[in-house]
């Protein structure tokens, strides 16, 4: 058993210095980035000149001058407004009636909504530590959320990760530390499998080249030995049907081989104008 071991940790050794296999660590994406929070959309577009929520609603608003109007849009009024109308937008999506405000759906767009602003604002301060631990407590309210919904109603879970543009990421069962032995070891494994494609898609390419000259050679050969036992007076073993089959075969060996020669011309074609 010590032997094997050592046989095969000595023979991936030596493949991982001969293949010249680097391991590079993958970036660091912070947990409130959307990669990992499942945030397929940024804020919805809205526009400055669009009026506040609460002041959208009155009617003197209406007849009021362009002026007016101005002060009391969302580029006037600040990002407390704006993210008051990215809230009421999501809701609305998901919303069952007019006064929904506590389902699970709705629950989850105004989270949605929360933590989409706050995403934004992490982009353009990422040292801001307090809306980093607020904005992880959100994601993982919202998990939760979706799992419930998930158990419960799997139909309204895929509605709503379609209108919200969400992907689900539940939470791990366990946590899995990232090694570089490891990721050596798969690196090899899947350098290995390469290796082992290649030799055997040049070998089929050989097989298919020599399928040709083996047809033409067999054609002869059954055409042959239906004329030598007809002359014999001897019962023919060969049918017609045997030889037509086999012209069939060769007629589509040669389709198929006047293609890869086309394509092997126009790669060469390429290559030497890229040159």
């Not at 959208?56 to 704006?82: C, N, Q, T």
């Not at 995403?119 to 993982?140: A, F, G, H």
């Amino acid at each position: 058993m010590l032997r094997r071991l050592t046989s095969t940790l000595i023979q991936t050794r030596t493949l991982k210095h001969k293949a010249k296999i680097n391991w590079v660590r993958p970036d660091y994406v912070p947990a409130y980035h959307p990669q990992r929070s499942g945030d397929l959309e940024s804020l919805p577009p809205i526009s400055e000149d669009s009026l506040g929520l609460d002041y959208s609603l009155s009617k003197e608003i209406e007849d009021a001058p362009e002026s007016v109007k101005k002060i009391f849009s969302v580029a006037h009024l600040g990002r407390k407004e704006y993210n008051v109308l990215v809230k009421n937008e999501l809701v609305e999506r998901v919303r069952r009636h007019q006064y929904d405000e506590r389902t699970a759906e709705t629950r989850i767009a105004k989270l949605t909504a929360t933590i989409r602003s706050f995403q934004d604002t992490m982009e353009k301060y990422p040292r801001n530590i307090k809306s980093k631990v607020i904005v992880q407590e959100l994601i993982d309210k919202r998990k939760k959320l979706l799992k419930f919904l998930r158990q419960y109603d799997y139909k309204k879970f895929e509605w709503l990760l379609e209108k919200l543009n969400i992907e689900y990421k539940a939470h791990p069962e366990s946590y899995h530390k990232l090694t570089r032995k490891e990721s050596l070891r798969k690196l090899t494994e899947l350098h290995c499998e390469d290796i082992c494609n290649r030799k055997l898609a040049n070998y089929k390419n050989l097989l298919e080249s020599q399928q040709g000259p083996f047809l033409k050679d067999k054609l002869e050969a059954l055409k042959f030995i239906r004329s030598e036992q007809m002359e014999l007076q001897v019962p023919v073993t060969v049918t017609e049907q045997d030889i037509k089959k086999v012209e069939k075969q060769l007629e589509e060996w040669t389709i198929k081989d006047e293609i890869k020669q086309q394509g092997k011309k126009k790669k060469k074609n390429i290559a030497i104008g890229l040159e």
